[in-house]
């Protein structure tokens, strides 16, 4: 499968201001993006992050320990569905905030062959989907 793009979701509003942001990953699934995404397609599924989404009143660095509890998790399932797919496979992280991302870099250092590392996450998705903005 060389030709595989993994899809890994991610759903999370941990380290964001608001809460909807975690609902990313399946409005993405509901909204058919990886049936339009060409080759061949593995839905890995989401990582556990429960909840979703917490207040947390710290502007700089929200909701610190639950982030550092799922992060590990999500590095994990990147990596076993990373090796399933083979060692061209590309990897597709379906976020909620930003969050999301530091799990699936965190690949890099597994010693990962995967050649590229794409994300879709909420901030892209406002204003073509229910997703708050902070301008909102």
């Not at 793009?5 to 909807?20: C, E, K, R, S």
Request: net charge neutral.
């Amino acid at each position: 499968m060389s030709d595989a793009i993994v899809a890994v979701g991610v759903p999370t509003a941990l380290g964001g201001h608001l809460a909807g942001m975690e609902l990313t990953p399946r409005g993405l699934r509901d909204l058919g993006l990886l049936d339009r995404l060409p080759g061949t397609v593995i839905d890995a599924g989401d990582v556990a992050i429960e909840p979703g989404f917490r207040m947390d009143a710290d502007p700089r660095a929200k909701n610190r320990e639950a982030i550092c509890a799922f992060l590990p998790r999500e590095r994990d399932l990147v990596v076993a569905a990373l090796s399933t797919a083979g060692p061209d496979a590309r990897l597709l992280v379906l976020g909620g905030d930003c969050t999301a991302h530091a799990g699936a870099l965190a690949v890099r250092s597994t010693g990962s062959t995967s050649r590229s590392t794409w994300t879709a996450s909420t901030r892209q998705m406002v204003g073509r989907s229910r997703c708050p903005s902070p301008a909102d």
